[in-house]
């Protein structure tokens, strides 16, 4: 959607090296998702951001919403192999009703 | 929690044929959703229902597709005279409320020849 920005499209990073996924939306959220996709797969839900300056991790990965809750990061630090897959972002414009998906960023983590 | 069952998980047509996909949400889940995904893309919205209320369809859904959740449980999902620009991965998605994430089945792979 151009409604939502990914970047990059695609990144290849060494195994034990940190990253960071992009998400720029053109619009206010209400809420920021991060998905993780395997190819062929459906979405597996990561984490939800609702607040500016909200900031969630799980394990290894970290996603921040800024204060004027426009853009959203997603961090990796020592990134492995069970990390590659295509990360997307969704996101909710319209306070609830459906949610619009980036183009998603693929990852690829060599051992 | 059983998930989102999607079924088949793979269909090969030819042209001009009709299909019909089926999507069994998380029991529990009020609100259904279909997307198509297609290669090196994100999901694209196509429809959601509320119990058995479709409430909004995307300008991409044509008339020649129709979806369906008439016990507001299951959901179909019908293409008719498909078309080549048809092949896509159709997702559904269920979800309890309004600002919980959504739940993806797997998935159904259309390839039109």
């Known amino acids: 959607s151009q409604e939502l920005e990914q970047s990059p499209q695609s990144l290849i990073v060494q195994e034990g090296k940190n990253l960071t996924i992009n998400c720029t939306s053109s619009?206010?959220?209400?809420?920021l998702y991060w998905y993780k996709q395997k190819y062929g797969e459906g979405l597996i839900f990561l984490m939800m951001l609702q607040k500016g300056g909200e900031e969630k991790s799980h394990e290894k990965i970290t996603a921040k919403l800024d204060e004027k809750k426009q853009q959203s990061s997603l961090h990796i630090t020592a990134s492995q192999p069970s990390h590659a897959g295509i990360y997307l972002c969704g996101a909710d414009h319209t306070g609830g009703f459906k949610t619009i998906f980036g183009a998603g960023t693929r990852l690829f983590v060599k051992a | 929690d059983t998930g989102v069952s999607q079924n088949p998980r793979h269909k090969i047509t030819k042209r001009g044929q009709n299909v019909t996909f089926r999507c069994d949400p998380i029991s529990e889940h009020n609100r259904l959703y279909w997307y198509r995904q297609t290669l090196g893309q994100g999901p694209e919205f196509l429809t959601y229902f509320q119990n058995e209320a479709q409430l909004e369809k995307s300008r991409l859904l044509s008339d020649r597709f129709s979806a369906e959740r008439p016990k507001g449980s299951f959901s179909t999902l019908e293409i008719q005279r498909t078309e080549q620009g048809d092949s896509a991965m159709y997702l559904c998605a269920s979800t309890p409320t309004s600002s919980s994430p959504l739940h993806f089945g797997n998935g159904t792979r259309l390839t039109v020849t």
């Open positions: 619009k206010t959220l209400y809420g």
